[in-house]
């Protein structure tokens, strides 16, 4: 079964400028989450999305957005770019129903954004 | 909420020596408890988990976690440690009975392991 696969792994953007980063899970499982890690704020939650629905939200800014298809890939888009937003971007899916083992979360590679 | 707290931020450690990665946590509810680990330039690997049942988890590379409830702790342990096991690791928690798609992560532990 292939893994979490995350496109681009690599982005060089600018200031004010927007970016759409993409996660395809893996089979079967429905519910997509989003990850920022920095070094100095670590790992931190951005939202989940299972069926197409945004189901939980961190506490970050309406700059970022995030949507799912039916097929449950995710995209999640940060607009006017500010150099704070430079981090791995990490996306992980799990199968987002009941308890306990069903809903371990596998993590993709990451997405890599610098932002000059 | 929850909160993780991991006492080290490195742990050094000579090659064969035994080691413990500390983590402690904070809830008001029931928890799942893991441990992820992050090798340069790539995303977290789980490593291990505590969902039910036995207090005390093995991994497949010799790794073992042991949930203490009443220290709110999942302390991780390795009796002997290779070079290849120099990596970051990440303590977490999740909520029983929430969407749990929202993990809340420890800041992290590298652990470094020299020859």
């Known amino acids: 079964k292939a893994g979490v696969t995350q496109t681009p792994r690599y982005l060089i953007k600018t200031r004010g400028q927007q970016v759409t980063l993409s996660c395809s899970p893996i089979?079967?499982?429905?519910?997509v989450s989003w990850y920022q890690q920095t070094p100095g704020q670590g790992l931190q939650f951005l939202f989940e999305y299972f069926s197409e629905t945004q189901r939980n939200k961190g506490n970050f800014p309406g700059r970022f957005s995030g949507r799912q298809f039916s097929n449950s890939r995710s995209e999640m888009n940060v607009s006017t770019l500010e150099l704070g937003d430079s981090a791995l971007y990490l996306c992980?899916?799990?199968?987002?129903?009941?308890?306990?083992?069903?809903?371990?979360?596998?993590f993709g590679a990451g997405t890599r954004l610098s932002v000059l | 909420a929850q909160s993780v707290t991991q006492l080290d931020s490195q742990v050094p450690v000579f090659e064969e020596a035994p080691v413990e990665l500390r983590c402690n946590y904070s809830s008001s509810v029931s928890v799942y408890l893991f441990w992820y680990v992050q090798y340069p330039n790539q995303g977290l690997q789980l490593l291990l988990k505590y969902l039910s049942g036995s207090t005390l988890v093995e991994s497949i590379n010799g790794f073992e976690a042991e949930f203490n409830k009443s220290q709110t702790s999942f302390h991780l342990r390795k009796p002997s440690v290779h070079i290849s096991d120099t990596a970051e690791y990440f303590c977490?928690?999740?909520?029983?009975?929430?969407?749990?798609?929202?993990?809340?992560f420890g800041k992290g532990t590298k652990l470094s392991v020299k020859p």
């Open positions: 992980a899916s799990s199968s987002g129903r009941g308890q306990g083992a069903r809903n371990i979360q596998y």
């Open positions: 089979s079967g499982h429905r519910s």
């Open positions: 977490a928690v999740s909520a029983l009975g929430g969407s749990q798609g929202n993990l809340i």
